[in-house]
Structures are given as structure tokens and as C-alpha cells.
């Protein structure tokens, strides 16, 4: 443990990013007011997948590597949809999870958010609606907001998740 | 004997009857079946992994499948319609759910033996799978690896289109395996083209392919560790996980690769790559020489989850899982891949800690490989003409040995088949599970960090 301790005196900050840490600190001002008015100063977010490649969520969960740090922003994910107040749902919502995806949002507390991630749920990118292809709309749920993107970076989600926020009032 | 590796097995349906291709490592063979009354006889009573294959020919082709012990559903849930959706005649889009129809889930009895069910949905972010296990106490006495939530029909997707419009679909099969799935697919163009593969090309792409593990396993290394409870694992090695992702958008043009394996080499800092390699060597050195001390963790990691190397051979075991039980398998295991300094690498007792410890020296490995892949800028003929004919391609992906099967008729794709190393590797998961407690799951599979995506498709 020793070592650890050494190199963290030795070079204490490694995951400067100076482009993207500026723009963060902004987010983050907006954010704060946001989500503290609407939230209660925590917004927690339950990643579904529904048939996706598996590159959206590798880039949620680059959203928690110490680059992005998604808690300093006020946000969280949580393990169940009944912590949750917005589902990020990515893939493209196959026959074989449809149901289980109405489930999940039937366990949330009200008000619930069903935010898309990526072009695969609306079925925008390269997959289309075909016999085991249900794509998001056919839920029947509200989607509250889009974020766009094959996969959207870390950064897009971020601030698409600011302008979901926003798009509250 | 030597007995024979089986690589897959699946189904074409010809105009006149349903044929089986079934690939060994060292032979093909085919199976003529009639077509108003197909019956396959089955071999998994000598071969335990054929199960899924065979499964999955009677859900997509509606086969019988004779003297098999498991005629359970594979693709097909608990609602998706009756159909067979790989026959040719077989052509709607949108379809009704039928009524809810139970799965049998296979499960051991007797007197305090509890059933644990986990999943589609799980508590981290990762894709959907189902796992059911038989309890006595905390040992589990079995599991069964249920799959095929984001099964999206990739295969019938694909018919129809040439090679180049299957393109983006392929790349975005199992996205952490992407420039594998592309690799296979260029080689199946090569093969089906006049393409002449210039030296530089090939060195490119095998270079992104590397990268392309170097980021898978950096991301295990970080996993693992923090699954045992050791979190600082995962924060030291996502960073670095994120800064080579960071490295192959720039050599790539994408985070993950997409549309990057064509017909040209991007031009790219070499000096820089050749930094930031040294810089993540002395990293990921400076990782192992720190967490080798960290005593509570080898306690979770030694002698957890054990697959032995007979069970491995016997389950036709693939990439990382293979080589951390003993096996030497690896299709980069050829001279154009030696004479960059490619080395097998290779553990003994195939626990936890065995592949934890494989993930770490691949990487080394693959630093060398990029080192020696670097090279000039060309750029080669886009091929446009396609000559009929199967084409069979392997790669070793992240995961293991990737296996791309196409069929060109009239220079559109009849028949696509693929087989992630997942879909083997998914069957052999529950034999590493039977001397431990439920709390060592997560940490087993995560070890083995297996495509859901890749596995359905
Ligand atoms: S949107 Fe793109 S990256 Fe995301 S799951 Fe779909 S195919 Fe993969």
C-alpha cells in the first residue's frame, strides 16, 4: 500500500483534462441548481439495456472512470429502477427484453423519465424494425428526451442529460 | 485419438434440402436434410457445447433434432411468436408475441435447495442476461447461463445485402469486439475479391485489433479487482482504459473502432504512439508491482472459480479462458503475428487469479505487437465485384477465436453466420462455479468478461 501512497504525493492529480474539465465546471454550476430544484440535490439514473451492442453502456460506464466522475455532477447510478428517477435505455428494445422493459418501468417511482441513449432505440441507426426488432416507440411509454450519437461519448451524455434537465423548466 | 476441436455448427437452407455444416479445427463436414421433414441427429451426447448450436438450428430453422437431451428453446423466450425466421419463405417484419409460454429452467431438487434467479436486468451497467442458480446455502450446487435478450436478428438481417452494405451492421455486432468482427469480415472480402492486401494495410489493422484488447483487458483489470472490493483498481486502470480509447479514436477515428477497418491506413503520430505505449507499459507495471501486495484480494482471486484444463479441452474452450487453464489456443498463433514478436501466453491452473494475471501479460504482448505494426500511410482499391462461393474467416478477438461463415449467391449475401467465442465459452461458465459461494459469481464472470451481445446476436 506503501506504493500507492508514494506515487499519489508524487503526481496527485493524473486525469486533468484541461478541454474537458472547463466545460465540466460550467455543466456543473448549471446542473447543481437543477437538479437541486427538481431532484433534491441527487438525480439517479438506472442504465437498461434492451439488445444493445454494448458500447453505449462501455461509455456509461466511462462516465465513472476519474476523468468524467459522474457523481461530482450530482448524479448517480443506482443498481434497481425502484431508486430511480430516469431510466437511460440504449439498444434497441428487442422482442425478448419488451416486456421485461415495461416491467422495469412499472417499478418506478412517479414521476419516472425515460431518457434514450444512443441512435439503436429509436431505431435511427443501422438496425431496423424487424421481427425480433421492437424499437422504443412501440413501449408506448413517454420518452422524456433523446441523446443522440453511435455511441454518444461521455461528454454527449453528460450534456444531453443537462439538456434533458433543462428541457424540465 | 486426438479428439477434434468443434468450432460451430449451423444450418443453410438450399433450394432443395437443409444442409449442416458442422467445422472441426481439422475437418468440415456437411449433412444433406430433407426438406419437408428435417431430423438432425445430434452430437452432444460427445460434444456437451453442440447443445446451443443444435438449439439454435431448431429454433431459427425449425429442425428436429434426434437423441438430443436438452430440446429446450434457445433463442425463442417466453413470448416470441412461432416462427422460423431463417427459413427463406420466412419474410415479415412485424409479428404478434404469442401467449406467454414458461421456460423450464434447469434446476437441481431435494430437501433445502433453493433456486436463485438473476437477471435479464442486473444491478451494474451491462447487458441483459439471465442466470439461474440451485442453492444449498450460500454453495451453488448449479447454474444455468440463459441467454439470448438482445438477440436482434443479425443473421436474416444480413441477407440480401453485399458484402460492403453489411459493413456497419457487422461493426456493430458486439461493439467491444467491433475491429475483430471487422477483421473478419475484410478477410472474408479479400478472400471473395482481387483485392491485393498491401503489408502496410495488414499491419494496421492487426495494430487497431491489439489496441483494440489492450482497452478490453485494461477495463478487466480495473473490473476484477474491484469486484473483490478493491476499488482503487478500477479508478487507476479506467483511466488508462480511457486514455487508450482516447488513443484509438485518434488512430481510428471512432472510440470504438467503427468504420475504421477499410481500404486505407490513417495517417497517425508515430512518435506519439510509441510514447504513449512506454508511458502505459511503466503504468500497468507499476499497476502489477501494487497490487500483487494487496494480500486480501489474492485471497479472493486464488483457487476461485477453477476450470480445469481437461474440462476446457472437453468444452472446446476459447481465447482469454483457454489460455488462462493451460490450452494454446490463439489464431493469431501464426508466423505473420511470430515475426512481430507475437508469444502465446499461457497460465496453469485457470482460477481467477490466472486470468487476471493472462489479461496482464497479453497486454504486454500487445504493446510489443503495436510497436512493430507501426509503419507508413497507402491506401488500396475498394473492391466492387464479389465472386459466389462460401467463405469461412477467424479472428482472435479479445474474447477468443471469432468465427465468420458467408455465403455469397449472385453477389448478395444467402446465408451469414458467426460465432463469438462467447457462445462457447457462455456453455462452459457454469463448470467453473460448482466448488464456490454465490458471492464469487460476479467475480468468475466478470474474470471471463464474456460478449452478451456477440453471443445473441
Ligand atoms: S447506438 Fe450504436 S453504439 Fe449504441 S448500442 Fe446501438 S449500435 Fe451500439
Known amino acids: ?169 | 485419438m486426438r479428439a477434434q476441436r468443434l468450432i460451430a455448427r449451423f444450418a443453410i437452407e438450399n433450394s432443395d434440402n437443409f444442409e449442416i455444416v458442422t467445422v472441426f479445427d481439422d475437418e468440415i463436414q456437411r449433412e444433406m436434410l430433407d426438406k419437408d421433414e428435417p431430423i438432425l441427429k445430434s452430437i452432444s451426447s460427445k460434444y456437451t457445447i453442440a447443445t446451443w448450436f443444435e438449439r439454435k438450428i431448431k429454433d431459427d430453422f425449425g429442425i428436429k433434432i434426434e437423441g438430443a437431451y436438452d430440446n429446450r428453446p434457445l433463442v425463442h423466450h417466453e413470448r416470441f411468436p412461432n416462427i422460423y425466421p431463417m427459413r427463406k419463405e420466412f419474410v415479415e417484419k412485424d409479428i404478434e408475441f404469442r401467449e406467454f409460454k414458461p421456460y423450464k429452467y434447469e434446476t437441481v431438487g431435494g430437501e433445502g435447495v433453493f433456486e436463485v434467479a438473476v437477471g435479464p436486468i442486473h444491478a451494474g451497467i451491462i447487458e441483459p442476461g439471465h442466470f439461474h442458480f440451485s442453492q444449498e446455502g450460500e454453495r451453488m450446487l448449479h447454474l444455468e447461463v440463459r441467454h439470448f435478450y438482445t438477440y436482434r436478428g443479425i443473421e436474416k438481417t444480413l441477407e440480401g445485402k453485399n458484402l460492403l452494405e453489411a459493413k456497419e451492421i457487422i461493426e456493430r455486432i458486439s461493439g467491444n469486439e467491433s475491429i475483430a468482427y471487422q477483421l473478419a469480415w475484410f478477410d472474408i472480402v479479400k478472400q471473395a475479391s482481387d483485392l491485393k492486401y498491401d503489408e502496410k494495410l495488414k499491419k494496421y489493422h492487426c495494430l487497431l485489433l491489439e489496441l483494440e484488447r489492450i482497452i478490453h483487458h485494461l477495463t478487466d483489470m480495473g473490473f476484477m479487482p474491484n469486484d473483490a472490493g478493491f476499488g482503487a483498481a478500477l479508478s487507476f486502470a479506467s483511466k488508462l482504459s480511457e486514455d487508450t480509447r482516447v488513443l484509438l479514436q485518434e488512430l481510428s477515428g471512432h472510440r470504438f473502432g467503427f468504420g475504421s477497418v477499410g481500404f486505407e491506413v490513417k495517417k497517425y503520430d508515430k512518435q506519439k504512439i510509441l510514447n504513449f505505449l512506454n508511458t502505459l507499459e511503466k503504468k500497468v507495471r507499476w499497476f502489477e508491482d501494487w497490487i500483487i501486495d494487496i494480500p486480501s484480494l489474492w485471497d479472493r482471486f486464488d483457487f476461485t472459480g477453477i476450470l480445469s484444463k481437461q474440462k476446457a479441452k472437453s468444452y472446446c474452450v476459447l481465447g482469454v479462458i483457454a489460455r488462462s487453464s493451460g490450452e494454446k489456443i490463439d489464431a493469431r498463433n501464426n508466423e505473420f503475428y511470430k515475426k512481430h514478436g507475437f508469444v502465446l501466453q499461457n497460465e496453469l491452473v485457470g482460477d481467477v487469479a490466472s486470468r487476471f494475471k493472462l489479461r496482464i501479460k497479453e497486454i504486454y504482448n500487445s504493446i510489443g505487437l503495436i510497436r512493430n505494426f507501426i509503419d507508413g500511410f497507402t491506401k488500396i482499391e475498394k473492391p466492387i465485384k464479389f465472386d459466389d462461393a462460401e467463405y469461412m474467416s477467424y479472428v482472435e478477438s479479445s474474447i477468443g477465436e471469432l468465427f465468420m461463415f458467408i455465403k455469397l449467391k449472385n453477389g448478395k449475401i444467402d446465408r451469414f453466420y458467426t460465432r463469438d467465442a462467447s457462445f462457447i465459452n457462455w456453455q462452459a461458465l457454469y463448470l467453473m462455479m460448482e466448488k464456490d459461494i454465490i458471492a464469487d459469481f460476479p467475480l468468475i464472470n466478470k474474470s471471463c468478461d464474456l460478449s452478451y451481445a456477440g453471443n445473441d446476436l
Open chain 1, 1 to 169: 500500500m506503501i506504493k500507492f501512497w508514494q506515487e499519489r504525493v508524487k503526481n496527485p492529480i493524473s486525469t486533468k483534462n484541461l478541454e474537458c474539465d472547463s466545460k465540466l465546471k460550467e455543466i456543473k454550476k448549471e446542473l447543481k441548481s437543477v437538479i437541486g430544484k427538481k431532484f433534491a440535490g441527487s438525480l439517479a439514473i438506472r442504465m437498461v439495456s434492451s439488445g444493445s451492442c454494448n458500447a453505449c453502456e462501455a461509455e456509461c460506464n466511462a462516465l465513472s472512470n476519474p476523468y468524467y466522475n459522474l457523481e461530482r455532477l450530482c448524479m448517480h447510478f443506482v443498481a434497481s429502477p425502484r431508486h430511480a428517477d430516469i431510466i437511460l435505455l440504449s439498444g434497441v428494445v428487442s422482442a425478448n427484453m419488451y416486456h421485461h422493459i415495461l416491467n422495469v418501468y412499472q417499478q418506478m417511482p412517479q414521476p419516472a423519465y425515460i431518457v434514450t441513449l444512443g441512435d439503436c432505440p429509436l431505431l435511427q441507426g443501422v438496425f431496423q424494425e424487424n421481427f425480433a426488432i421492437k424499437g422504443a416507440k412501440s413501449l408506448g411509454l413517454p420518452i422524456a428526451y433523446h441523446i443522440n450519437g453511435c455511441p454518444p461519448n461521455p461528454q454527449e451524455i453528460i450534456t444531453g442529460l443537462l439538456e434533458f434537465l433543462k428541457s424540465l423548466g
